[in-house]
Nanobody, 124 residues
Framework: QVQLVESGGGLVQAGGSLRLSCAAS????????MGWFRQAPGKEREFVAA????????YYADSVKGRFTISRDNAKNTVYLQMNSLKREDTAVYYC????WGLGARAAAEYDYWGQGTQVTVSS
């Protein structure tokens, strides 16, 4: 069982930056791939980024590639999402998720555990 708690969301102007954190409980964190997803009002949840269990592989949605960076610190049981050059269309609730298969995936169905989400609002 893994419990996930996101933090770091907030209100930022377009062009600004935020760093989201996701703290995980449980001794098996280092064996899980981790992902970030987001959901904007009236839209479906969409993949943002994922990282393999050891950080060796990372994956990004085309819409955030070059602006967002996913990373993890297994010693701290934490995964991060550094978001730069934010745009209004990045406004959403951001969720982190844990995938027990360890390699990372773009499909939400691959993830067994989810956090409650943190709101990111980008103003113009």
């Amino acid at each position: 069982q893994v419990q996930l708690v996101e933090s770091g969301g907030g209100l930022v102007q377009a062009g600004g930056s935020l760093r989201l954190s996701c703290a995980a409980s449980g001794r098996t964190f280092s064996s899980y791939a981790m992902g970030w997803f987001r959901q904007a009002p009236g839209k479906e949840r969409e993949f943002v980024a994922a990282i393999s269990w050891n950080g060796g592989y990372t994956y990004y949605a085309d819409s955030v590639k070059g602006r967002f960076t996913i990373s993890r610190d297994n010693a701290k049981n934490t995964v991060y999402l550094q978001m730069n050059s934010l745009k209004r269309e990045d406004t959403a609730v951001y969720y982190c998720a844990a995938d027990p298969w360890g390699l990372g995936a773009r499909a939400a169905a691959e993830y067994d555990y989810w956090g409650q989400g943190t709101q990111v609002t980008v103003s113009s």
